[in-house]
């Protein structure tokens, strides 16, 4: 039943991502200073924005598991989590190669926004040995809903509190504000955070999609007293 | 700390502040009895110092370099108490008296943070005038760094005790504090030591965005209080 219009969603993503892909390089002016790099913009600013609304979005729905005791919605949060932090490691790596290019160095301390995202990064890498740490099922999701929850709202704080120590040194000379950017570049970076935002949702539809059917395999294994091959991951929550 | 029948024969929930002064004189005493936490943070911050004095080479410290000191000191000694926190909890069956008692379970989080917020006031009280008395040229910071070194420990306490009752109830529990309560703390350590560093520099105190600086660690202590206090029933429940 996860299923279900995936395969629409699906082919939405790969053309919303070829779309925005030929418009990054046949439409997006090039950037009178930083030249060719600049484009990387167009892949990390969007992969940065996904994933963090998707940590917040994990943590939307641990309220929902803790509300309504219904173990669905902490594998639908334990799914956003992870795939946001697939996604903050792409960041993290794009970021990197933009910082090496324009500014010629693989990390700059300087830059809030990059030591903001490092420190939320490092938090929602704890969530896995966070949860591997728990053993009764029941108990590993509410815990993990409480993280999910501690740490939604860790998230913004996070970013007034590093942006705040940085600009007393150092002013924001490499501003990403969107309000500066001309009208073609602001379209590109509207269809590739569309793209972005739908490769995220169908990654976490397509994992949720894959949990339920291993765990339909499993029961149907477990009812015709077939042996259940590998338990499967212990942190991963099941999905009826 | 048992439910009253009244005539009716209904059971009265016993108010959540007579519950509160319970549990957290319960701590208090049984940290005086056995003196489990408090001596082993203050040592370990002193001995801290100690390594930090070799390991940078310096005989007197200001400014961020004496903020950094102070603070990552304060930070490491405070996982230590928190550590122990909820261990007494659960090794002698704490938490199924707290769920069999009629009160308020949020209150137990209230009287642990407060618990700890104390650990913490005590640390500081021996190991603040250690680090003077080692590293500083002049004391004049010190009276302002009280309100920042309250303002940090309310937020450490409620983060701390979140995560140490979560903790507890793990297999890795030593393990765990550390690992998710560091990353939690970093807005507060960048808080805190931001109004610290102007409060010890070279000169005499300064006051550069010291009330923003507060109002941030405010800040952060009333969400933490907030999220600890929401959540802190689901963790209660078995």
Same mark, same amino acid.
């Given at each position: 039943?996860?299923?279900?219009?995936?395969?629409?969603?699906?082919? =939405?993503? @790969? *053309?919303?991502?070829?779309?925005?892909?030929?418009? !990054? /390089?046949?439409? $997006?002016? &090039?950037?009178?200073?930083?030249?060719?790099?600049?484009?990387?913009?167009?892949?990390?600013?969007?992969? =940065?924005? @996904? *994933?963090?609304?998707?940590?917040?979005?994990?943590? !939307? /729905?641990?309220? $929902?598991? &803790?509300?309504?005791?219904?173990?669905?919605?902490?594998?639908?949060?334990?799914?956003?989590?992870?795939?946001?932090?697939?996604?903050?490691?792409?960041?993290?790596?794009?970021?990197?190669?933009?910082?090496?290019?324009?500014?010629?160095?693989?990390?700059?301390?300087?830059?809030?926004?990059?030591?903001?995202?490092?420190?939320?990064?490092?938090?929602?890498?704890?969530?896995?040995?966070?949860?591997?740490?728990?053993?009764?099922?029941?108990?590993?999701?509410?815990?993990?809903?409480?993280?999910?929850?501690?740490?939604?709202?860790?998230?913004?704080?996070?970013?007034?509190?590093?942006?705040?120590?940085?600009?007393?040194?150092?002013?924001?000379?490499?501003?990403?504000?969107?309000?500066?950017?001309?009208?073609?570049?602001?379209?590109?970076?509207?269809?590739?955070?569309?793209?972005?935002?739908?490769?995220?949702?169908?990654?976490?539809?397509?994992?949720?999609?894959?949990?339920?059917?291993?765990?339909?395999?499993?029961?149907?294994?477990?009812?015709?007293?077939?042996?259940?091959?590998?338990?499967?991951?212990?942190?991963?929550?099941?999905?009826? | 700390?048992?439910?009253?029948?009244?005539?009716?024969?209904?059971?009265?929930?016993?108010?959540?502040?007579?519950?509160?002064?319970?549990?957290?004189?319960?701590?208090?005493?049984?940290?005086?009895?056995?003196?489990?936490?408090?001596?082993?943070?203050?040592?370990?911050?002193?001995?801290?110092?100690?390594?930090?004095?070799?390991?940078?080479?310096?005989?007197?410290?200001?400014?961020?370099?004496?903020?950094?000191?102070?603070?990552?000191?304060?930070?490491?000694?405070?996982?230590?108490?928190?550590?122990?926190?909820?261990?007494?909890?659960?090794?002698?069956?704490?938490?199924?008296?707290?769920?069999?008692?009629?009160?308020?379970?949020?209150?137990?989080?209230?009287?642990?943070?407060?618990?700890?917020?104390?650990?913490?006031?005590?640390?500081?009280?021996?190991?603040?005038?250690?680090?003077?008395?080692?590293?500083?040229?002049?004391?004049?910071?010190?009276?302002?760094?009280?309100?920042?070194?309250?303002?940090?420990?309310?937020?450490?306490?409620?983060?701390?005790?979140?995560?140490?009752?979560?903790?507890?109830?793990?297999?890795?529990?030593?393990?765990?504090?550390?690992?998710?309560?560091?990353?939690?703390?970093?807005?507060?350590?960048?808080?805190?030591?931001?109004?610290?560093?102007?409060?010890?520099?070279?000169?005499?105190?300064?006051?550069?965005?010291?009330?923003?600086?507060?109002?941030?660690?405010?800040?952060?202590?009333?969400?933490?209080?907030?999220?600890?206090?929401?959540?802190?029933?689901?963790?209660?429940?078995?």
């Amino acid at each position: 039943m996860y299923g279900k219009g995936l395969r629409p969603l699906s082919i =939405a993503t @790969v *053309a919303m991502l070829a779309l925005s892909l030929s418009l !990054v /390089f046949f439409y $997006a002016p &090039l950037d009178a200073d930083q030249g060719f790099i600049q484009k990387i913009f167009y892949l990390h600013v969007p992969l =940065a924005i @996904v *994933a963090l609304v998707g940590f917040v979005v994990g943590g !939307v /729905f641990a309220i $929902a598991h &803790l509300r309504s005791g219904n173990r669905k919605w902490d594998a639908y949060s334990y799914v956003a989590i992870h795939m946001s932090v697939i996604f903050g490691v792409a960041v993290l790596i794009t970021g990197a190669i933009w910082a090496k290019a324009s500014w010629g160095h693989w990390w700059v301390w300087d830059e809030p926004t990059l030591v903001s995202f490092l420190i939320v990064f490092l938090m929602y890498a704890t969530y896995y040995p966070f949860r591997y740490a728990i053993e009764d099922p029941e108990r590993q999701a509410r815990y993990a809903s409480v993280f999910a929850i501690a740490a939604g709202a860790f998230v913004p704080l996070n970013f007034m509190a590093v942006r705040m120590a940085e600009s007393l040194v150092h002013p924001r000379t490499f501003a990403t504000a969107n309000g500066g950017l001309p009208a073609e570049m602001m379209l590109t970076f509207l269809c590739s955070l569309a793209a972005m935002a739908l490769l995220w949702t169908t990654l976490v539809k397509f994992e949720l999609t894959a949990k339920s059917a291993s765990g339909q395999v499993k029961r149907l294994r477990r009812a015709l007293d077939a042996p259940v091959p590998g338990s499967g991951s212990r942190i991963a929550p099941e999905v009826s | 700390m048992t439910g009253r029948a009244d005539t009716r024969g209904a059971v009265s929930v016993t108010p959540s502040r007579v519950a509160f002064a319970a549990i957290l004189a319960k701590d208090l005493r049984s940290e005086l009895r056995t003196l489990q936490s408090l001596p082993a943070m203050a040592l370990f911050a002193v001995t801290t110092f100690v390594v930090f004095r070799f390991g940078l080479d310096r005989t007197s410290l200001s400014g961020s370099l004496a903020s950094g000191v102070l603070w990552a000191t304060l930070l490491f000694a405070a996982v230590l108490g928190i550590n122990r926190l909820f261990v007494a909890e659960r090794e002698e069956g704490g938490f199924d008296a707290i769920r069999l008692a009629p009160i308020d379970r949020s209150v137990l989080f209230a009287a642990k943070a407060a618990a700890l917020l104390v650990y913490l006031l005590a640390l500081e009280a021996i190991a603040v005038p250690i680090f003077a008395l080692f590293f500083l040229d002049s004391a004049a910071g010190l009276g302002p760094l009280l309100a920042v070194l309250l303002l940090a420990d309310l937020g450490l306490a409620a983060t701390g005790t979140l995560i140490s009752s979560m903790a507890v109830n793990s297999r890795a529990r030593d393990l765990l504090v550390p690992l998710v309560l560091l990353p939690l703390v970093v807005p507060l350590m960048i808080a805190a030591t931001g109004a610290t560093e102007p409060l010890l520099a070279a000169g005499g105190p300064a006051y550069d965005r010291f009330g923003t600086w507060l109002a941030v660690l405010g800040l952060y202590d009333l969400i933490f209080g907030l999220v600890g206090y929401a959540v802190f029933d689901f963790l209660l429940e078995d």
